[in-house]
């Protein structure tokens, strides 16, 4: 008895410690709110937008009307938000150089009274895109493609580009190159030939579509890249990229989510950046997908003053989980000319895993990558654990920085000695 009440104390005491570890987290979360906390600002925003182009309801949950109905203009982008003059005159600028165009509905996340905004830094063009240095193809992407419209890098996977378009133009876009000044979706011979090479290739087991982003795409369309990847039977998974969870959340209907729950194995990839992101709109999309059986993964783009702090990070892979998206990967920001003010030291990444392991569920850390140069791959980079090797023993540092001695087996054992 004396010793269960002993026991009890401690895993008190220990308990008391884990509070702490918590504490400062909780106290910050209330200033990282969900886009369905700002839901107020955000329907005030929507209205806004609405008188101004017109749409009804309806057409507003349309994602064609949508598309069609996309803000690329500075004057029009001035009615919404507070822009003056000059920085009017500077988005024309960068608008001949750099294409930029944002959906009414990521449009109505902005809040207009927050001078960092963190969907506004995604959307709207800044004078910091025509400043800086950056190389237009930091991944020397044009020599890893052995057919039209892929680029495989990897022994038993591959891309395939099945447009260049998409529902906004992200600021931070690491394939600006890409994008076009026309949307066009790949000709459909080009996609017989990706195909062709797939079919080719017996050790291509996981096909990923993207673009541009890949439900830009007519249903028709992605059900017929669908039937013909699932008659080859080395093809065991499917996956497609897209950010129009994000950005475009009308475009998930229930027609597409229907074609993609007869392929399966289908697995849908996309990137949200921040909590204010997940929207009641967002949640209905990817709640949707998953009802599809399809499971879904978030790849973040670590952005300075988006989300590089722990924290931030934590809320948003927490809010990920609850409408059902694995937090799969954090890239670093390649350095691609127009978008290196987004970049981060490598640091920053260290940082936020650190701040995830350990103090979170291992459902809520991903792997944080560096894309090689020249196109080599993705490579993870992480902290520091084993703090150093001993013969018989190893150092091992755990979460909350304690370091123990962890006993290694004598590799000594031979196959005769076990029967
Ligand atoms: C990212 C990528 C993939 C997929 O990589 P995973 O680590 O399996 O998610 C495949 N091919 C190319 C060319 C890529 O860039």
Redesign the pocket.
Known sequence: MAEINENRKKALDRSEVLKERIEKYLQNRSRIPTGREKSQVIKKQKEKIRDILGGSEKDWNNWEWQMQNRISDANTLARVLKIDDKAQEKIKEIGKKYRWSISPYYLSLIDPSEQWDPIKLQSVPSAMELLGEGTPDPMG?EF?SPASSI????PD???IKVTNQCGMYCRHCQRRRGIGEVDKPTPVEELEEAIKYVRDNPEIR?V?LTGGDAFLLSNERIEWILKELRSIDHVEVI?LGSRTLVTLPQRIDDELAEILSRYHPVFV?TQFNHPQEITEEAAEACNKLANAGVPLGN?MVLLRRINDKPDVVKRLNHELLKVRVSP??IFHAKGVEGTTHFRTRVEKGMEIMENLRGFTSGLAIPTF?I?APH?Y??TPVLPEYVVSWGGDHILLRTWEGRVMEYPNVLDEWSDEEVF
């Not at 680029?151 to 990897?154: E, S």
Request: proline fraction near 0%; avoid cysteine.
């Open positions: 992407e890893t680029t495989r890098r990897y996977r591959l891309i996981d990923l996956r990839n790849q799969y990967y990558i894309n196109g791959g993705k």
